[in-house]
């Protein structure tokens, strides 16, 4: 596969933005990431549907897809860049015009959901996107110091990262080894959504990232089970987990495994290094992980280095 990397992203470039999953509750924090994207010297897009309800869903299928390909046809525009999450997005991957997309390479940013447009778009077209911080999520209030360096270091600079600063308490290994391999991955609900279709990339020698919200421990058990039944594992150099939010066990009356000793288990039954409490999921605090670009981690060490950058 030829990897493509995004132009990065200059000051007073134009930025579209799009709901290719849920609708946004209040639309005022729409208008405060615009705010805060102007204030940094963007200009800003809106796509026609944002602001559409059908159901759980920003807009029809047919709607949500116009918008993606209307931004990425649209020459002026440098960067695509999701509102929130919630539903929906695997509902659109046949419909892609993946042609247009390959053809217009430009940054495209989100998470949660947004899981498998990320797959989809990586396995279709080789173009590195990014797993970081959404418009009406991160940026509708005062955005967190350390998500908003990593951001705009990540899109903006064609120098290689090097080590990733990772902020307290810092990471926890939880099978020892260092790894190399391109990043891939992202919620693990929606990962395993699309296993075995056509538009999941292939593992083999890649870092695996993984979060998740809202699952209990018996739910994340049996989604890292299936990947290992799938032979997931066995393809993967090391596995990077990060914040899997409001996760643990829901009735204290009712025997259950902590997430902890779910994903000791999956460390054992992996093979392979593993590095945990890693700062990316759906909390304040967040790094941008460019999809489909390498890097190396050290489970011994707590470290995560990108050893390319993701912008040209």
Not at 57 to 73: I, K, P, V, Y
Not at 184 to 207: E, H, K, V, W
Request: with cysteine; net charge positive.
């Amino acid at each position: 596969m030829t990897i493509t990397k995004p132009p990065r992203l200059k000051k007073g470039d134009l930025i579209g933005l799009v709901s290719p999953s849920s609708t946004i509750a209040d639309p005022a924090r729409i208008e405060k990431g615009v705010s805060y994207l102007e204030r940094l010297g963007y200009r800003v897009i809106v796509g026609n549907h944002v602001l559409k309800t059908y159901g759980y869903l920003a807009g029809t299928d047919e709607e949500r897809a116009q918008d993606l390909h209307s931004m990425f046809g649209n020459k002026e525009v440098r960067a695509v860049w999701c509102i929130r999450g919630g539903y929906g997005t695997p509902r659109l991957l046949r419909s892609l015009n993946y042609r247009l997309i390959a053809q217009n390479p430009k940054i495209f940013v989100g998470y949660s959901d947004i899981t498998t447009l990320h797959m989809a778009i990586f396995r279709r077209t080789g173009l590195v996107t990014f797993h970081g911080p959404m418009l009406g999520v991160d940026m509708a209030g005062q955005m967190e110091p350390y998500s908003e360096e990593r951001l705009w270091q990540t899109l903006t600079s064609a120098t290689k990262p090097g080590v990733v600063p990772l902020p307290a308490p810092g990471p926890q290994g939880l099978r020892s080894g260092r790894a190399t391999g391109r990043m891939i991955g992202g919620n693990l609900a929606l990962l395993q959504s699309i296993m075995g279709t056509r538009y999941l990339p292939d593992f083999t020698d890649t870092l695996l990232f993984i979060e998740e919200i809202g699952e209990e421990p018996y739910r994340v058990d049996r989604m890292l089970v299936h990947m290992l039944n799938a032979g997931v594992f066995a393809k993967v150099r090391g596995v990077l987990v990060g914040q899997f939010t409001d996760c643990e066990p829901k009735d204290a009356t009712k025997p259950s495994l902590s997430l902890a000793r779910v994903f000791e288990e999956a460390a054992e039954y992996a093979g392979v290094p593993m590095l945990a409490r890693m700062p990316f999921g759906h909390e304040e605090v967040k790094m941008t992980i460019p999809v489909g670009t390498r890097g190396r981690m050290d489970a011994t060490a707590g470290t995560l280095e990108l050893l390319e950058s993701a912008v040209r």
